[in-house]
């Protein structure tokens, strides 16, 4: 680098004048002085000092500066900039040929060196890409390091279809360029219109499922197209099954629809989802989805615990017992027994002691029992929270015309009440005319109340079912209850009467059923709406519990249905080999992304008694995702996965956004150029100006120094004064 250094005055032509008037006066008056002091020695160097010391002012006057320039030896740099994020791949470039190419396809001769070779022998040309590897569009980043790390920068070509979604808002950048004067020429590339178009957006399959039983996939697609029309929806497993629906898209939106899928085996299976494609769409690789589910032989642990042998609790146990995928245990508090149990193996002699045994059963239904010496204690209710709380267990209150359950709320489970009981009214009301359920707005979408596969035929098979004569004192629901059924004919000053509610506590469920009248659903259809009501009930509140589970480890999470950015609250049980719970220890999960990106997630202990441990993830990529879960105290691991619906921020098939490109360079003063017009950008870079040197200017007339210099030149004269007698 070389330099150059010179002196120079910021003058006027007042300042010059004035300068040269008081330069002649003051010669005049010194010299005078000098004369009348009869030309002595000391007084002429003491004129000598006063004329200097106006001399130096007159010179400040002028504004002298000294200044530095700086010129690089090395070529300026030019730099382009070409966005390789997911969205350039979209096929929606129009060249000479009428032809739509891909994005990337229509940028690919700038990332050639060879383009750019008639500007190299005066600038230094940089090609690099961004976007790749993080697939993301961080314009402002990109523009940010390359002005940072380029030095001599002249200009910057931006190639980019301008949907950014990371970083800050890259006009920030843009202004820095513009204080820097380095000018951006913007190549927008894509069109800003989203061509026709059909996207498979999402596959919200569940975790797992059981063989046998029939499996609900919803998915949505989206149309781009201008007119509705009929895809054909086609579900292939990899153990060969294979199901087609018909759905009508709607034009220009989303359309939502579901397929029904009854595995027969079991296993670790895939389940890919296809949309037939439309002769007019564009893109044809985003109809297609795919998402591991797994299909198990299922058996789930449920304790029934009751009183008395009322009709509900008999068909209720049937209806379990008969049920292949339940182990049963049930528990009748009979006064008229000489001791507690049954007569056939589903009964047991006594309440699960402990919460090793307790702990084991996925779901317990409490009939018309309460906290009394001969049903339920104090520390059995405990337990039962706990296992709800802090084990995913769930709970269902199903009381009866005894109103035992109401000493129930002076236990540790009235925290669990969907509902608020009157209780002035323990024994519930009774009439001898029928009444009936109906469906709330949350009833009508809910899985629990799905008789039907059918919305419209669900809400009749409702309106049409046997009626009940008891039903519970209910005033109103809780906060932060679904209500999902209501009472049809009767209210009270909250609204109608709650009969069928559920809330989530912790990280189980529990359901308030308030009517023992649901055996009655049976006539005419014998084992139809029942079994299915509480066959869906179980496996409901079962679903979280056995997402995932070892001999001595489970894993459970909410949402069941992750989804892109949001937040998976992840729990975990944690059993020492002896059987206990793992009351304090080191609990981690290893999750690896589809990208093969690893992140650790360490537990943090939750309930010390009930060895439950809980951490948080948030997933940045869809698809499958692997997860490891070990504790080192007991030795333990236990692999799953779980996928991540939605889809990437940046993705093929968005529409251009050629207006950012356009702001860019209006706030650095470049151009908009043409992609396909090569030539014209290399004239445009040609015909830029050498980078003005770089000057560094130190102002000397407002210089401490020479302040100081000038400060001390007067005191010089002052000084002399007194020292030639003159004061």
């Known amino acids: 680098m070389n330099a150059t250094r010179s002196l120079v005055f910021v003058w006027t032509p007042w300042s010059v004048a004035i300068s040269v008037v008081v330069l002649v006066v003051a010669t005049g008056l010194c010299y005078a002085s000098w004369r009348r002091s009869g030309y002595r020695t000391a007084h002429g160097l003491l004129e000598v000092v006063r004329w200097c010391a106006i001399a130096f002012g007159c010179l400040l006057i002028n504004q002298p500066e000294f200044t530095e320039e700086f010129r690089g030896n090395e070529k300026p740099t030019i730099a382009i900039l070409c966005d390789g994020s997911p969205s350039m791949q979209t096929v929606d470039v129009v060249n000479q040929s009428t032809a739509a190419i891909s994005r990337d396809a229509a940028v690919e001769p700038l990332l050639d060196a060879a383009t750019w070779k008639s500007l190299e022998e005066r600038m230094h040309v940089v090609v690099a890409t961004f976007g790749k590897e993080d697939g993301h569009s961080d314009l402002f980043q990109s523009m940010t390091e390359t002005l940072n790390q380029q030095s001599r920068l002249l200009g910057v070509v931006l190639v980019s279809d301008g949907d950014w979604n990371a970083g800050q808002p890259?006009?920030?950048?843009?202004?820095?360029?513009?204080?820097?004067?380095?000018?951006?020429?913007?190549?927008p590339v894509g069109s800003p219109t989203r061509l026709p178009d059909v996207e498979l957006t999402s596959l919200d399959s569940p975790t797992f499922g059981v063989a046998g039983k029939s499996v609900r996939i919803p998915f949505t697609i989206?149309?781009?197209?201008?007119?509705?029309?009929?895809?054909?929806?086609?579900?292939?497993?990899?153990?060969?099954?294979?199901?087609?629906?018909?759905v009508r898209l709607r034009p220009m939106g989303r359309t939502s629809d579901a397929i029904i899928w009854k595995p027969s085996g079991a296993g670790d299976m895939e389940i890919t989802l296809t949309v037939s494609p439309h002769p007019d769409e564009i893109q044809g690789d985003n109809n297609e989805l795919t998402a591991p589910i797994s299909i198990r032989e299922e058996k789930l642990r449920v304790l029934l615990v009751e009183s008395y042998p009322r009709w509900e609790y008999r068909y209720l146990r049937n209806a379990l017992s008969r049920d292949s995928g339940v182990e049963l245990s049930c528990l009748l508090f009979h006064p008229g027994l000489d001791k507690v149990g049954g007569g056939n193996k589903d009964y047991i002699k006594s309440f699960p002691e402990g919460l090793e045994e307790l702990g084991q059963f996925d779901v317990v239904f409490l009939g018309d029992v309460g906290m009394k010496e001969s049903q339920l204690s104090e520390e059995?209710?405990?337990?039962?929270?706990?296992?709800?709380?802090?084990?995913?267990?769930?709970?269902?209150?199903?009381?009866?015309?005894?109103?035992?359950?109401?000493?129930?709320?002076?236990?540790?489970?009235?925290?669990?009440?969907?509902?608020?009981?009157d209780p002035s009214q323990p024994t519930g009301?009774?009439?001898r005319t029928p009444s009936h359920f109906e469906l709330t707005q949350l009833g009508q979408r809910s899985l629990l109340t799905k008789l039907t596969d059918d919305a419209e035929e669900n809400i009749s098979v409702w309106d049409g079912l046997p009626g009940f004569q008891w039903y519970a004192a209910v005033e109103r629901a809780r906060p932060g209850s679904e209500v999902l059924c209501v009472h049809r004919d009767n209210s009270n000053q909250y609204g109608r009467i709650p009969l069928l509610a559920t809330r989530t506590f912790g990280t189980g469920k529990v359901l308030f059923m308030g009517t023992d009248g649901a055996w009655r659903w049976r006539k005419g259809v014998e084992d139809k709406y029942h079994y299915r009501f509480w066959g869906q009930v179980v496996r409901w509140m079962a679903y979280q519990r056995n997402m995932a589970?070892?001999?001595?480890?489970?894993?459970?999470?909410?949402?069941d249905q992750p989804h892109l950015d949001r937040q998976i609250a992840l729990n975990a049980n944690v059993m020492q080999p002896s059987g206990e719970p793992l009351q304090k220890g080191e609990v981690l999960a290893r999750i690896t992304a589809p990208s093969g990106k690893v992140e650790t997630v360490r537990f943090q202990s939750t309930g010390d008694e009930w060895g439950a441990f809980?951490?948080?993830?948030?997933?940045?990529?869809?698809?499958?995702?692997?997860?490891?879960?070990?504790?080192k105290q007991t030795s333990a691991t236990l692999e799953t996965l779980f996928y991540v619906q939605g889809v990437a921020e940046e993705r093929p098939g968005r529409p251009a956004r050629p207006d950012v490109m356009e702001e860019l360079a209006r706030v650095t003063r470049g151009k908009v150029l043409n992609?396909?017009?090569?030539?014209?950008?290399?004239?445009?870079?040609?015909?830029?100006?050498?980078?003005?040197?770089?000057?560094?200017?130190?102002?000397?007339?407002?210089?401490?120094?020479?302040?100081?210099?000038?400060?001390g030149l007067v005191g010089a004269f002052w000084i002399g004064r007194k020292a030639v007698g003159l004061i």
């Open 222 to 246: 989206e149309s781009s197209l201008p007119r509705e029309h009929t895809a054909s929806v086609v579900l292939r497993t990899s153990d060969g099954d294979e199901l087609q629906t018909e």
């Open 429 to 431: 009301w009774g009439s």
């Open 614 to 631: 809980a951490g948080e993830f948030t997933p940045t990529e869809p698809g499958q995702h692997q997860v490891t879960l070990a504790c």
């Open 170 to 187: 890259p006009v920030q950048a843009a202004t820095r360029m513009r204080l820097s004067g380095v000018p951006l020429f913007a190549v």
């Open 380 to 421: 059995d209710c405990r337990l039962i929270k706990g296992i709800v709380q802090y084990q995913a267990s769930g709970l269902v209150f199903m009381p009866g015309w005894q109103g035992h359950q109401n000493s129930l709320l002076q236990s540790e489970l009235a925290e669990l009440y969907p509902v608020i009981l």
């Open 675 to 711: 992609v396909h017009e090569i030539d014209e950008m290399i004239g445009a870079l040609g015909a830029l100006p050498d980078p003005p040197p770089r000057i560094r200017r130190v102002q000397l007339w407002s210089h401490p120094l020479v302040g100081a210099a000038f400060v």
């Open 549 to 559: 589970k070892g001999e001595s480890m489970r894993l459970y999470y909410s949402p």
